[in-house]
């Protein structure tokens, strides 16, 4: 086997970015209009742009989407009605891109545009670099002098960044450096450092090869299969399973192509960029079902690792807009991602020659009893000692749960339905850390207060270094309908007057930003507030309006970065953690529609800097959360999982506790 067949080979086994485990795409059948485009239509897409002559044979195709109908169509559509289906491709070739609209039902192109931004990469061209890489001299000579012959290492493909470099205009970059092959489970354990190949995908060419001294490779091995477990410690006793499980079936239904439980009911499909789509989302209250929100989505991510060396100072990945979400789907575990009775559902997402491929058990839902009470109360004046039990209800919850493996990292975002009325966004990052070569092998080593200035040594010879985690979420909340307010009210100090028992309390301020820019806020611990989106078009029997109320988890993720920093230029809505714009379809995603090799100019941050009004309509707000990642000895060989998340509340939208009307087991 040639080194480009071995790196090949490699490559697909650890990224995964187009899952292993895909099959062929099975048929499916639309039912409602916001559905995923199906097999047969996204072979369809592409013989309508090949018979409008759009297509040469090196055409390849970077997303196919759905081209969702108007929310006014969607909103009026009833079942029996004919379904609106369109698809918005974004087509490569011979160094152009195109955007694509394709009526279905027409079976035409309505719509073919140049655009001058990068898409997200294509399966092939993360496939076939490594070819290029260990092609060349100056590599090979790189990997001799560290003892590696091409076919006993696998390279990685990492995106390259925009750095404002004239010489990059233009090109579509990536760097990769290379890992030696592993001797156990773990890919990730044995970076061979300071050697890296700079390509452009669009001549695929080796521009540059960067060799800034041998750096001795890691023998730690990394492995976290239960065979290779010993390396790390004992295995625990064998313990009786603490498992969950529905005899009796659950109580999902799926209507009219929605998924209805308990209180709630809303649209799912998947996109390659987001992942997840949530559309439609109601809650009933009594016999209505009344809007809470359109659609909710995960809308960009952003890891900026903070290691200034040549070979990392450029890894500042939007993984969401440069690898796609959706494209990293990688199938569930029953058992260990999901209980093993969850729903599970396929996806299926088109290939760079446009046609179909499904990963089976791509998204799970299942409901759970947490073993929390919804409420409860003792009433000491009625029972008194007799120790008669207190009244209260058992709480479940719906978990709508996908899991992404980008690179080293796997993150399951969730979107978890209570039965208070509330919805929790969550993501749970996992996977492995990357790592970095270096020579210290322990603290007490010369070397090592150097080496760990930006990073934590977390094996022998091996470095992990700093970074951060931020993710965005476009949510475009309808409460009680699409007209609506954001509104925040400050909770400030209150001096009493003399004479007063008291000294202070505190009132609430209420503040209702009429434009973008008065909006855009910085979510702090020592400036409480609450967040509300309301409908101020809407009034409840006691006078209230309706409304949902984002609750933060924790304080703001500053990014510690500068503002002219360039990676953080392409990812400025990290200067506030919460924004509201008005509802445009075409603004989708925080990081800009293209959102590799981007500069910065097609980003939330200038679309906000156009201090849009937004009273009393259709808005969306877009939500970042995050961690900074320092790195610990018990993130390796894997990490445990860490969550984090936010929450959206009804406040004054119900009137009373919707968790009331719970069943009493007993």
């Not at 369809?44 to 169509?73: M, N, S, Y």
């Not at 004239?166 to 030696?180: A, S, T």
């Not at 058992?335 to 499904?358: H, K, L, N, S, W």
């Not at 089976?360 to 299942?366: E, G, K, L, Q």
Request: charged share 20%; aromatic share 10%; with cysteine.
């Amino acid at each position: 086997m040639n080194a480009s067949a071995v790196g090949v080979r490699y490559l697909l086994a650890v990224l995964l970015w187009l899952p292993a485990f895909a099959v062929a795409a099975q048929e499916a059948r639309p039912v409602h209009p916001l559905d995923a485009l199906t097999a047969t239509e996204l072979h369809q897409v592409k013989e309508i742009l090949a018979a409008a002559g759009k297509l040469g044979p090196k055409a390849r195709f970077h997303t196919v989407d759905l081209d969702e109908p108007d929310k006014a169509i969607v909103a009026a559509w009833r079942p029996g009605m004919a379904l609106p289906r369109r698809a918005l491709a974004v087509v490569s070739e011979a160094g152009s891109v195109h955007e694509a609209a394709v009526d279905l039902a027409a079976g035409s192109v309505t719509g073919w545009q140049a655009v001058s931004g990068e898409p997200a990469l294509l399966f092939e061209e993360l496939n076939g670099t490594a070819g290029l890489a260990l092609a060349d001299p100056r590599m090979v000579q790189g990997l001799a002098k560290r003892g590696f012959a091409p076919n006993q290492v696998f390279c990685l493909p990492l995106t390259a960044g925009n750095f404002g470099n004239k010489e990059d205009q233009g090109r579509r970059l990536i760097k990769m450096p290379c890992v030696g092959k592993p001797t156990g489970s773990n890919y990730w354990a044995r970076p061979i450092e300071g050697l890296f190949a700079t390509i452009d995908l669009k001549t695929k060419k080796v521009l540059d090869v960067t060799d800034s001294g041998v750096v001795p490779v890691s023998g730690d091995t990394g492995g976290y299969k239960e065979a290779e477990i010993a390396a790390y410690g004992a295995l625990r006793p064998e313990s009786k399973p603490a498992s969950v499980a529905q005899p009796g079936g659950d109580n999902i239904a799926i209507e009219d192509g929605r998924i209805v439980w308990d209180m709630w009911r809303f649209h799912l499909r998947a996109d390659k960029r987001p992942g997840p789509v949530l559309s439609m989302v109601e809650a009933r209250d009594g016999a209505r079902w009344r809007s809470v929100a359109y659609q909710m989505h995960l809308s960009e991510v952003f890891v900026p690792y903070m290691d200034s060396d040549e070979a990392w100072y450029f890894r500042t990945y939007m993984d969401s807009g440069e690898y796609g979400f959706g494209n990293s789907l990688s199938p569930l575990r029953k058992g260990i991602d999901c209980p093993a009775y969850a729903r599970f559902f396929p996806v299926t997402m088109p290939q760079d020659d446009g046609e179909p491929i499904q990963t089976p058990d791509a998204i799970c839902v299942f409901e759970r009893a947490i073993g929390d009470p919804a409420w409860r109360h003792f009433e000491i004046f009625e029972q008194g000692r007799t120790m008669v039990p207190a009244e209260g209800r058992p709480a479940s919850e719906l978990v709508v749960r996908s899991a992404s493996e980008v690179g080293n990292y796997d993150y399951l975002i969730d979107y978890v339905f209570h039965q208070d009325g509330s919805i929790r966004v969550a993501v749970g990052a996992t996977g492995l850390d990357a790592v970095k070569g270096v020579t210290s092998q322990s603290m007490k080593d010369a070397a090592a207060a150097d080496e760990t200035r930006q990073g934590t040594l977390i094996a022998p010879g091996l470095v992990a270094p700093f970074h951060s985690h931020y993710f965005n979420f476009r949510l475009d909340l309808d409460v009680d309908g699409a007209a609506n307010d954001f509104m925040r009210e400050r909770l400030v100090q209150k001096s009493l007057p003399k004479g007063s028992p008291r000294r202070s309390m505190y009132t609430v301020a209420h503040e209702m930003p009429a434009r973008e820019k008065e909006a855009r806020t910085r979510i702090e611990s020592a400036s409480p507030a609450l967040y509300h989106f309301a409908n101020n078009n809407v009034e409840s029997a006691l006078g209230h309006h309706p409304g949902y109320m984002l609750m933060p988890e924790g304080s703001y993720v500053h990014p510690l970065l500068a503002a002219d920093d360039p990676p953080v230029k392409r990812n400025d809505y990290l200067h506030y953690q919460l924004s509201v714009t008005p509802y445009s379809p075409s603004e989708r995603y925080a990081g800009g529609r293209y959102a590799m090799m981007s500069d910065g100019k097609d980003t939330l941050g200038a679309w906000t800097a156009r201090d849009r009004p937004i009273s009393n309509r259709d808005i969306v707000a877009w939500y970042t959360v995050g961690f900074h990642h320092i790195t610990r000895m018990e993130d390796w060989p894997v990490m445990p999982t860490h969550w984090f998340g936010f929450t959206l509340m009804p406040h004054n939208f119900f009137a009373s506790n919707p968790a009331m009307t719970i069943r009493d087991p007993k």
